[in-house]
């Protein structure tokens, strides 16, 4: 299944790295979303975009810079990230904000 | 805050038992409701959703779920399962449409061949 695609699926970065993580979506949506999977916790929410403007920000961390440069793409910025940053950052779309939302594959993040 | 909760955070299970994985909600007005699976190495994946009209819900391979308004609960059902079936199930809510969505911290299923 190709509709959200995410790159890379792995990715180890030290402290002081910068780093972007990159969505697509092949699905005509007009809505695209943010969530970080870490261990024993629920999904958390980061990032939604609606029409390619911000329309939540759900108290991240300004290491985390977020664009949207059209409705087809997303990405993540990440810059002085910290180990408990580790975890599974999932890309989402939807054909409305918050209507039935489908999920990329995730990247997989270390930070050491 | 609205939020979620999935009782049970491992279930193991043989083949062709029945399993049924709670998940109750806190939000008291009109919800939207969803059960997403992640299968091991698979991105997360719809399994089924409620709006509104009939309270059980048909999603793929052979789940169903039931919307109990009163009991504010969404239980996910599989008459018989498969080792394939092994994965997390999470369950999610939102707040009719136009509204966040917000995730249960998932139950681990393990189904032994």
């Known amino acids: 299944e190709t509709g959200v695609t995410q790159t890379p699926r792995h990715l180890v970065m030290g402290m002081t790295n910068k780093k972007s993580l990159k969505c697509e979506q092949h699905?005509?949506?007009?809505?695209m979303y943010w969530y970080k999977q870490s261990a024993k916790k629920p999904l958390e929410l980061m990032f939604v975009y609606s029409l390619e403007e911000r329309v939540e920000n759900n108290s991240v961390p300004s290491r985390f810079s977020p664009e949207c440069p059209n409705s087809s793409h997303l990405f993540l910025h990440l810059h002085t990230l910290q180990p408990e940053d580790s975890a599974l950052y999932l890309c989402?779309?939807?054909?409305?904000?918050?209507?039935?939302?489908?999920f990329g594959p995730g990247t997989r993040l270390l930070v050491l | 805050a609205q939020s979620v909760s999935q009782h049970n955070h491992h279930v193991i299970l043989s083949e062709a038992a029945s399993l049924e994985l709670g998940c109750n909600y806190s939000y008291g007005g009109t919800v939207n409701l969803f059960w997403y699976v992640q299968y091991p190495g698979q991105h997360l994946q719809l399994l089924l959703k409620y709006f509104s009209g009939d309270p059980l819900v048909k999603g793929i391979k052979g789940f169903e779920a039931e919307f109990i308004k009163s009991k504010f609960s969404f239980n996910l059902r599989k008459p018989s399962v498969q080792w394939s079936d092994t994965a997390e199930y999470f369950c999610?809510?939102?707040?009719?449409?136009?509204?966040?969505?917000?995730f249960g911290g998932g139950t681990r299923v393990l189904v032994k061949p």
């Open positions: 999610a809510v939102s707040k009719a449409a136009g509204n966040k969505l917000t």
């Open positions: 989402a779309s939807s054909q409305g904000e918050w209507e039935t939302q489908y």
């Open positions: 699905l005509g949506h007009n809505a």
